[in-house]
């Protein structure tokens, strides 16, 4: 089975968050880090944010980043709602009508073998997350070109009362 680009996308997309943690990623961070067309991922990221997995931040400083929750998604889960054919082959599609039927279908064993086949391919999906496949993240950060985001430290305000001085 071959994944469509667009799942491929679906799960950079979350791990190129997942790697970031804090802070917000902008679509053409991504776009560049992948090399990947900045349109094919906005039909992506809204996808991704209509699902909840991602939060996307509009305005100037906006952006997106990993929901919370979103880390303990399975690849199984991003898979599942990113495909939309699972069909091995053409001829399983079912449809009378189809170019791709053929004479044996009703007595084909092959069927049952690729639905076992798919079965054990999203038993082992689901056995991964998310967050475990952003586990190395200082190396996937690194490989990525994403640098740690700088989180602004207030200052404690310094009192500018006057100093007492005992005389003598």
Known sequence: MRLTDYTDYSLRVMLFLAVRGE????????????????????????????????????GRNGGLRLNAQSSSLTIGEVVRATENDYLLVGC???????????????????????????DAFFAELDKHTIGELSAPAPQLAALLGLRPVSVP???????HAPSLRVSD
């Open 153 to 159: 430290v207030v200052a404690a305000s310094v009192s």
């Open 92 to 118: 399983f599609s079912g449809e009378a009508e189809s170019h791709r039927s053929c004479v044996i279908q009703s007595q084909c064993l092959l069927r049952g073998m690729f639905a076992s086949a798919l």
């Open 23 to 58: 802070g917000l990623s902008t679509i053409q961070e991504i776009s560049d880090a992948y090399g990947i067309s900045k349109n094919h991922l906005m039909k992506v990221v809204q996808q991704l944010g209509e699902l909840g997995w991602i939060e996307t931040v509009r």
